[in-house]
């Protein structure tokens, strides 16, 4: 299946791995220093991230958001910032042992997943009409 992808929607599909690989920066900066310029409400709410925006919506054709890579963006998605919020929850509690395990498997593991299912898509999209 081939899909249209306008260059705005392509860029915003490279956004959102940049703006989710910086966020794992910054939670690794937070466990190294104990500080975060986050909460972790912010962190785990996925709402108001342009990801979200764009799987519900923005320039995302309407037949893709049914996708199956589209489906699976959107459950990592909610997984990745379900685990940020988590995270900065244990090094407030100063849990730092716990939050450099779930940083360094479990959420480098969503976002990898989650990551892998964006270029998927964008590889989906980009296909020529009619492979």
């Known amino acids: 299946m081939s899909l249209p992808i306008s260059r705005s929607t392509a860029e915003a599909l490279e956004a959102a791995i940049q703006s989710h690989l910086l966020l794992r920066g910054r939670l690794r900066q937070a466990v190294q220093t104990g500080r975060a310029g986050i909460s972790p409400e912010e962190a785990s709410a996925q709402g108001g991230c342009d990801l979200d925006r764009l799987l519900g919506g923005g320039?995302?054709?309407?037949?893709?958001?049914?996708?199956?890579?589209?489906?699976?963006?959107?459950?990592?998605?909610?997984?990745?910032?379900?685990?940020?919020?988590?995270?900065?929850?244990?090094?407030?509690?100063?849990?730092?042992?716990?939050?450099?395990?779930?940083?360094?498997?479990?959420?480098?593991?969503?976002?990898?997943?989650?990551?892998?299912?964006?270029?998927?898509?964008?590889?989906?999209?980009?296909?020529?009409?009619?492979?």
């Open 59 to 131: 320039d995302l054709a309407a037949a893709a958001r049914g996708a199956r890579h589209v489906r699976e963006i959107a459950r990592s998605h909610a997984e990745f910032h379900a685990c940020a919020g988590r995270i900065l929850r244990l090094v407030a509690d100063r849990r730092v042992g716990t939050a450099e395990r779930a940083l360094g498997v479990e959420l480098r593991d969503i976002s990898n997943r989650m990551i892998a299912e964006i270029e998927a898509l964008q590889d989906e999209l980009k296909a020529p009409t009619g492979a």
